[in-house]
């Protein structure tokens, strides 16, 4: 065992196959997207943003619909999720892009000829709403929600 054998190991696996002469390409490359720019896959900076955005706006309209619920109390937290997972639901089924998608410049599109449906809009939501899938995502930033209906986010501006 040598140190080149525990450097992969810290580095991770992309990079001791990288090493090895894999070539991964750019996020976006295997679905014909630009490696920058319109059209190219929307980054994780942008795509933080826009959720933050959309939960703060979501967080607001709860203050606004519910003023007797108490920031932090359970009913809160429901009421806000609920307002969220509408909006998201909504917008992205009818627009391709949510209220903080809009404002980041990115929108959803489907990765094969197959229209994005309703259907698929809300299964994506809801597993956007459990968390946990959203956090897992493969070389092309697609997280488990989009590889689950068949999506990716797009930069538009």
Known sequence: MDRKDIGSWLSGPKAALEEQGMDFGYPGQRFELPQQGIGSVARMGRRIFALTVDWTASILVTHLVFPDLVYGSEGFAAATLGIFATQVFLLTATTGASFGYKIA??????ISPARITYLKVLARTALL????PALIWDRDGRGLHDKAVGTITMRTR
């Open 105 to 110: 410049g990115i929108r959803l599109i489907s």
């Open 129 to 132: 709403c459990l968390v946990v």
